[in-house]
């Protein structure tokens, strides 16, 4: 009877434990959860379900035609093998273009895949920001990582820049094809860039529109489309906004003044576009402390424009751009005034500004803020404001910002955390 007692029980220690050991013959999964995976552009973070234990030879085979395993050979059963556990995570490059991919996991990778599960994760194109410099006269491309810092920051392109003092950059595609578009502002000349497989500028040429006006600088650059034409807008910084017809190639055709009478007293540095309400409005920010609301014409001109001044919390400012962002279903205007602060304003149902208040209320840095922008890594949304640089700090910088339900600016750090003195004072910031 003891012998008895003795097998059944080394029977169930056998069972309960057979996940942990290698797997039987039989092909049948097992099923169950035992991995959580996350994807961050061409990696994949997992860990596994069950405390405390460590699988040596856990295993991952690619199901969808396309992709593989960076840097490590697959078994004959297709599996590539790693070591994982529930608090040290395995790091798996895959390679292949971006898109959802089917993989397989099994805690055993070199058995028959008994205790596997199939997931279907998605690998996303590296976002970059591109910091224009007009100090150093070159433009910094910088990656993005999933917790929102930058880093890798390097000149680019790293050989064969033009002559230019970058002022701002922006991007649009062009029949599939992606561009970046880089005003020097000085010699008024507006830089259509290539890009390499890398998303580094690679060959810059200068657009050279026709027009009886045409831009002599050449501040902010941005795209619109007006009753299904699609135009882009040159500001020039001194005193108007082009408008120019665009080729198939994303080169300017022909450029004539924006606005369809004569021009408000303004120094336009950037063109914002937004829609409010159904309504489609140009915003102009002016260096001479004011941002216009420009309703548009059918083809695009802008008529009427007035000054949007906020009903409370602004008695001045010096805005160099504006950016439109939704949060908790409510559209607010990000202004970045030059003169030291960001301002978050609710807008009216006409587009207006209503009520400005700086962000964040707190611990504001010593920054010159230039431009606003909002990206999500790893499934969190930041703020990132250009930094110009001011008679204390000298030198510019990104700061990345942490955002509230509101929109609101929580904290703010340089990004990346240490000084880098040699890209000078920053102009602009884009992500692409």
Known sequence: MFKGIMLAGMAFFMSATQPLQAASSTETMRPGTFFNVSAFVDTLTITTLTP???????GIQILTPGYKVSQMTPTSAGFYLFSVSDTVPAKIILTGAPGTVDIKLCLNGSGSGVSCEVKTVTLTPQRYAYNASGFNNVVYKCRGNVNGTLDRCEPSPVTGAPDWTPESITFATFGATDYAYVASWPDGI???CSLTAERALDICTALTPAGAEVYHHASGVSFASVNGTRYAYVADDVEQVFQCALNMDGTFST???ATASEPPVWVPSSTTFATVNGVQYAYVASGNGEIFQCGLTGDGLFSPCAVTMPGAGVSEWLPKSVTFATFGGTQYAYVAD??????????TAS?????CLATPVAGTPDWSPRTVNFETFGGVQYAYVTDFGTATALFGDVYQCTLNAEGRFTSCEPTPAFEIPHWGNLWWTAFH
């Open 52 to 58: 405390d234990w460590t699988y040596p030879k856990a």
């Open 190 to 192: 507006v830089y259509r």
């Open 255 to 257: 450029c004539r003044p």
């Open 338 to 347: 030059d003169g030291g602060e960001v301002f978050q304003c609710r807008l």
């Open 351 to 355: 587009g207006r500004f209503d009520t």
